[in-house]
């Protein structure tokens, strides 16, 4: 009867901690996973942010060099419109 009970006792205590190390490990997997997803989406939210950021100053630093480069050609224009090509006064023959 001793044998039995020693038997089972040792069944019950394997068994168990086969089943603590087996919860124990499952715990680990699952925190582990935990930390590298949330790392992982971390990175991916960092990494959109800043190629929004990017597109953003792009867009900004485009779009201000057109407002730019629009504006010139309008100075262009108007200061072309003012030139005048040769003189028509008597002392700007006496210069040339």
Same mark, same amino acid.
């Given at each position: 009867?001793?044998?039995?009970?020693? +038997? $089972?006792?040792?069944?019950? #205590?394997?068994?168990?901690?086969?089943? !603590?190390?087996?919860?124990? @490990? #499952? $715990?680990?997997? *699952?925190?582990?996973?935990?930390?590298?997803?949330? *790392?992982? %989406? +971390?990175?991916?939210?960092?990494?959109? *942010? +800043? &190629?929004?950021?990017? @597109? #953003?100053?792009?867009? *900004?630093?485009?779009?201000?060099? %057109?407002?730019?480069?629009? +504006?010139?050609?309008? !100075?262009?224009? &108007?200061? @072309?419109?003012?030139? $005048? &090509?040769? /003189? @028509?006064? /008597? #002392? %700007?023959?006496?210069? &040339?």
């Amino acid at each position: 009867m001793k044998g039995i009970i020693t +038997a $089972v006792f040792l069944f019950l #205590t394997i068994s168990g901690c086969a089943s !603590v190390g087996a919860a124990i @490990d #499952t $715990v680990r997997n *699952v925190a582990a996973t935990a930390v590298d997803t949330t *790392v992982q %989406g +971390a990175a991916n939210i960092a990494s959109a *942010v +800043a &190629e929004d950021v990017v @597109d #953003t100053t792009s867009f *900004v630093i485009e779009t201000t060099a %057109g407002v730019i480069d629009e +504006a010139a050609k309008k !100075v262009d224009e &108007e200061t @072309d419109a003012l030139s $005048v &090509e040769k /003189p @028509d006064f /008597p #002392t %700007g023959e006496l210069k &040339e």
